[in-house]
């Protein structure tokens, strides 16, 4: 069986086990979402096509993956008025695993190993909190939210931020959603500076 669904202004054909990109959408890795603006149904010789939807039709996901699509460059010029403008940009992406098409309104099965996968942070917060760190908070932009977001990634000193490369500020704004966050507050090098302050 397969279907054809509408997510994000695009419309993709998917059938079970398939892996596909979508324009993002809310929540975790390892939750499950459902998309329910299906636009044909087929199983075999047997199609049934929505008008526009099918009722009670709907494809049911896992998250995968949040990240973002490769950077494009975004030109405008103006002749003979010295404009010029470049901008760059990398569209948010949730890769999604279809693990059911439902019909007859039937509801998806909840992920199974969410409670598990919650409990792995507190655990971690727990370690961090025993070996001590920096005050992350010091960094621009950073507050509570953020700097427990660092922790439960792993990163709680200042040295560590310090030495990322920009493969690693890609993972990291990737990784806990920070959207831009790291470049465009500068941590990279204000932790330097705070670094070198220390060690001086």
């Keep these: 069986m397969y279907a ?6 695009k419309q993709y054909r998917v059938a079970k086990d398939d ?4 324009e993002r959408l809310p929540g975790e890795a390892g939750d499950v979402v459902t998309l329910e603006d299906v636009l044909m149904l ?10 526009p939807m099918v009722d009670g039709a709907s494809v049911a996901a896992e998250i995968l993956e949040q990240k973002r699509d490769k950077k494009i ?17 990398r569209q948010h992406l949730t890769v999604l695993k279809v693990t059911d098409i439902l019909t007859d309104g039937a509801k998806p099965k909840p992920a199974a190993k969410k409670a598990a996968k919650k409990e792995e942070p507190k655990a971690d917060k727990a370690e961090t909190k025993a070996a001590g760190g920096d005050d992350l908070k010091q960094l621009s932009g950073v507050g509570p939210a953020l700097e427990k977001k660092l922790h439960e990634a792993g990163v709680t000193t200042f040295a560590q931020i310090a030495a990322w490369t920009e ?9 806990l959603a920070f959207h831009g966050r790291i470049e465009r507050e500068g941590w990279v090098d204000q932790a330097k500076k705070i670094v070198k302050g220390e060690q001086e």
């Design 19 to 22: 892996i596909l990109k979508v």
């Design 167 to 175: 493969k690693d500020i890609e993972e990291f704004d990737e990784k």
């Design 4 to 9: 054809v669904v509408k997510t994000g202004g």
């Design 73 to 89: 460059i975004v030109f405008k010029k103006r002749r003979r008025q010295n404009y010029r403008r470049k901008a760059g940009h």
């Design 42 to 51: 087929g199983d075999g010789a047997d199609v049934t096509v929505g008008a």
